[in-house]
Structure formats: C-alpha cells, structure tokens
C-alpha cells in the first residue's frame, strides 16, 4: 500500500528533474533521485516567501533567469556540514610536516599562501590559522594569507563575522579556546567572537568552481579541498583537479576529505597517505 505524503505545495518529478539540472549545470553537483524529498524540504520555504503557488511556478522564475532568486536556490541546496579541526590528521600533517617545508622552500620570499575552496561556514579556514600562528609563533614576520571561497553567499557572512555558539569550540584546547576566542556578553551570551589576529589572515570571497576562469592568481602553497569534489561526476572532478594543480606552488600539496579520493584524476599528484597529495611535476 503506498503512502500519499501531504505537501503544502505541489512538488513533481518534473520539477525536481529541472530543478536538479540547475544545480548540476550551475553548480557541478550531481544530484540523485533519493534527493526528491531534500529539495522539497529545503525550497518550500522559497515558494512560500515568494507567494508562490506551486514548484512550476517556482521553477518557471528560476528559468526567467532571476539572479537574486537563483542565490537564494543554491544557497539553499548547497550542504555545509564543518567544525574546528575537522579530521584533525590534515591539521596535524600541515602543523608537523608541511609547515616546516614551507619554511625551509619559502625562505627568501617568507610567504605562506593556502586556499580553503568550500570554506562553508569558516571554521577550516580559522582552523587553517590557528594551525599556522602556531606552527609560526617562533617567526611570526611571515607574510601569511589564507583565501577562503564558497558558493553560498549566506555561509560567507557567517564566516567573515566570526561569531559562533561556544559549544562549536569544546573540542578545542584550553589554551586555544583563551587566545583565539572572546566569549560575548549580553546580546552575545553564548557566542565566541574569533580574534581579528585569526581574521587578519583571511580573505572570505564568493566563488563558484564551474567558473572559467577563476579570479584568482595563486600560487598555493596548499589547497584545502575538502568534501568538495564528492559531489561532482568523474570528468568535472578531474577537470577541477587539473586547475587545482596548475595554481599549485612547486611541491604544493592538495588536501581532500576523507571519503574522497583522486582516483589517478591528475598525473601530476602523487598520494601521500590520509588524503594529503603533492604536486611532483
């Protein structure tokens, strides 16, 4: 016997498939069948902020090609899942290994440049920061600068206030907690309030992957890639790791989450272990 699920609005498989395609063309993710009930969910609210009365008509702006509204929709589809020192190995490698590198390579320059790309809410790119102050702290006359993307407008403003609920920092030492952190009064009871030190170092920018070219220079010294490329087929993630690797320093290194993986996408990246690669030529 199957189950007629009560909707506020009328949702059909038409309109998820165009929907769908939007997301792919516009913003690489591939999205699959079982995500019917996840788009419903999280695009209700645009329809009914919009007066809307149905999908269709929904779809139908989208297609009028409202730019506005089109922010709205992949702010809304986009997932941000991060915290403070998420897979906490990366940062340890970066901290014991490739930090030092850098430091004996770039020593003419004392340049450091690392690039958080799908920098969601900002906790990988603040993360990125403490990780370098600290590693630096007996130099701290190093040039330092730490780019941090995403395309989801609305998590860049979180990132670039800085402002979070104290629970997102419980797994951070006391030390860090003290010297990184302010803890808010009054209408700010709660939150922590990242340093400007940790702020200084990071520049927050809109940027979409499928855009060609990038407004970007580098080079890199590290690209922060993580659970990033899961969501793209096989030729847009290799086509993404190819321009990934061109903006690479000499012997830079590309970091990837850890249910991901290259797959042999890129000659030019040799597997160091835990998802870390280096660039070899």
């Known amino acids: ?33 079982e995500k019917f009930d996840m788009f419903y969910s999280r695009l209700a609210r645009r329809v009914r902020a919009l007066n809307l009365a149905n999908f269709k008509q929904y779809c139908d702006l989208l297609s009028a090609g409202n730019e506005e509204e089109f922010h709205h929709f992949i702010n809304a589809i986009t997932t941000n899942l991060t915290s403070f020192f998420r897979e906490i190995h990366h940062f340890d490698y970066l901290k014991s290994t490739i930090i030092p590198g850098l430091i004996k390579k770039n020593a003419s320059s004392k340049k450091i440049r690392i690039w958080s790309a799908g920098c969601s809410t900002g906790e990988e790119p603040y993360t990125l920061a403490i990780t370098l102050k600290e590693a630096l702290s007996a130099d701290p006359n190093w040039d330092v ?16 206030a800085g402002l979070y609920k104290e629970d997102r920092i419980a797994g951070l030492s006391q030390d860090q907690k003290s010297k990184w952190f ?11 309030a990242v340093s ?39 030729e847009t993630k290799e086509k993404l790791v190819e321009r990934y690797t061109d903006l690479l320093s000499e012997e830079g290194h590309v970091i990837i989450g850890h249910s991901e993986s290259l797959n042999k996408a890129n000659a030019r990246l040799k597997l160091l272990g835990n998802t870390v690669y280096q660039k070899i030529h």
């Not at 600068?145 to 670039?160: F, G, P, Q, R, W």
């Not at 400007?196 to 407004?215: G, T, V």
């Not at 220079?217 to 590290?222: C, E, L, R």
Request: proline letters at 4%; aromatic letters at 10%.
């Open 1 to 33: 016997m199957s189950v007629v699920v009560e909707r506020e609005f009328e949702f059909t498989q038409q309109d998820f498939s165009m929907l769908a395609e939007l997301v792919t063309k516009h913003a690489g993710i591939i999205v699959m069948p």
């Open 145 to 160: 600068k730490i780019l941090a993307t995403d395309i989801d407008s609305n998590v860049l403003e979180t990132a670039s």
């Open 196 to 234: 400007q030190e940790l702020k200084d170092l990071i520049s927050f920018k809109r940027l979409n992957l499928m855009e060609s070219p990038w407004p970007l220079k580098g080079p890199f010294d590290v690209i922060f890639c993580r659970n990033v490329i899961i969501y793209f087929d096989r």
């Open 182 to 192: 302010k803890r808010g009064k009054g209408a700010n009871e709660g939150m922590v």
